[in-house]
T-cell receptor
Framework: NAGVTQTPKFQVLKTGQSMTLQCAQD?????MYWYRQDPGMGLRLIYY???????DKGEVPNGYNVSRLNKREFSLRLESAAPSQTSVYFC?????????????FGSGTRLTVV | GQQLNQSPQSMFIQEGEDVSMNCTSS?????WLWYKQDPGEGPVLLIA?????ELTSNGRLTAQFGITRKDSFLNISASIPSDVGIYFC?????????????FGKGTKLSVKP
């Protein structure tokens, strides 16, 4: 089925380790997003990419980097993981141009930093 | 920044009951969106509202865009067990080069034991 695919689904890291969360969409969407979800906090935007070749900071970008590898793929990197980055991470995409109906979310990556 | 206040934070439902939740803000918005998140999944769009006073239904769900443009309501009629999950309100933030979604903290619906 068409949609947004995130890998891995689960990950445990030690403090200071690095890792990259992968996201790919097969809907030919222009815009892609990374959110984090913490209990009682809703979803907060980390970074987004309005189109291939551009990235912008969201509400909580500190400690993260992103790469829009091509139109399909948008990765999120933690260079030196901290316990405060324990969270569920969601990738989303939409056609762009303010397309409200087109936000499609992946099923999430559950990250624990010990 | 723009904050969305959702209430209640959580509620327990019994099958067949009607459910109401709302979202408020100190800022005026041009859109209100309601999403549902099932356990272990990402959010899915339920209803989108585009103008003040608009009332839109999607099956047993009805949402309204408040006249003041600072609030929105979501009602679920005759609830069923699969209604459990977290419901989020959201609006589009058009700052910067591209609109992105700003979410409330969610209302968690659970089944009464």
């Amino acid at each position: 089925n068409a949609g947004v695919t995130q890998t891995p689904k689960f990950q445990v890291l030690k403090t200071g380790q690095s890792m990259t969360l992968q996201c790919a969409q097969d809907m030919n969407h222009n815009s892609m997003y990374w959110y984090r979800q913490d209990p009682g906090m809703g979803l907060r935007l980390i970074y987004y990419s309005a189109s291939e070749g551009t990235t912008d900071k969201g509400e909580v970008p500190n400690g993260y980097n992103v790469s829009r590898l091509n139109k399909r793929e948008f990765s999120l990197r933690l260079e030196s993981a901290a316990p405060s980055q324990t969270s569920v991470y969601f990738c989303a995409s939409n056609p762009g141009g303010g397309g409200l109906y087109g936000y499609t979310f992946g099923s999430g990556t559950r990250l624990t930093v010990v | 920044g723009q904050q969305l206040n959702q209430s209640p934070q959580s509620m327990f439902i019994q099958e067949g009951e009607d459910v109401s939740m709302n979202c408020t803000s100190s800022s005026i918005f041009n859109t209100w969106l309601w999403y549902k998140q099932d356990p272990g999944e990402g959010p899915v769009l339920l209803i989108a509202l585009y103008k003040a006073g608009e009332l839109t239904s999607n099956g047993r769900l009805t949402a309204q865009f408040g006249i003041t443009r600072k609030d929105s309501f979501l009602n679920i009629s005759a609830s069923i067990p699969s209604d459990v999950g977290i419901y989020f309100c959201a609006h589009m933030n058009y700052g910067g080069s591209q609109g992105n979604l700003i979410f409330g903290k969610g209302t968690k619906l659970s089944v009464k034991p």
